[in-house]
């Protein structure tokens, strides 16, 4: 059975940092992009990062130049660093990849359980 697992969220001050993991675990064949989107309250589920499995990156508007993503293959694990937090960052970070679970087989999204971060002011 395939899980993520985030790890790392918290509560922090404005202007500081954190460093989130995500490490996908279970029957995994091949992992294509993994990252992270994120959801405020009153808000949508919004797209905070993504890399590829060649490490190609792309980022929400609101986080650029804030926020690195990051993955170490070998260990099926995408981080995402996120410095000068703001308290518009506050939200449920959530975890995903899209994977294979078989050769040959097709390529599903699966999403981890989701990780507070909090940015008090």
């Known amino acids: 059975q395939v899980q993520l697992v985030e790890s790392g969220g918290g509560l922090v001050q404005a202007g500081g940092s954190l460093r989130v993991s995500c490490v996908a675990t279970g029957n995994i064949f091949a992992i294509n992009t993994m990252g992270w989107y994120r959801q405020a309250p009153g808000k949508q589920r919004e797209l905070v990062a993504s890399i590829s499995s060649g490490n190609s990156t792309n980022y929400g508007d609101s986080v650029k130049g804030r926020f690195t993503s990051s993955r170490d293959n070998a260990k099926n694990t995408v981080y995402l660093q996120m410095n000068s937090l703001k308290p518009e960052d506050t939200a449920v970070y959530y975890c995903?990849?899209?994977?294979?679970?078989?050769?040959?087989?097709?390529?599903?999204?699966?999403w981890g359980q989701g990780t507070q971060v909090t940015v008090s002011s």
């Open positions: 995903y990849a899209n994977l294979q679970y078989k050769r040959a087989g097709p390529f599903f999204n699966y």
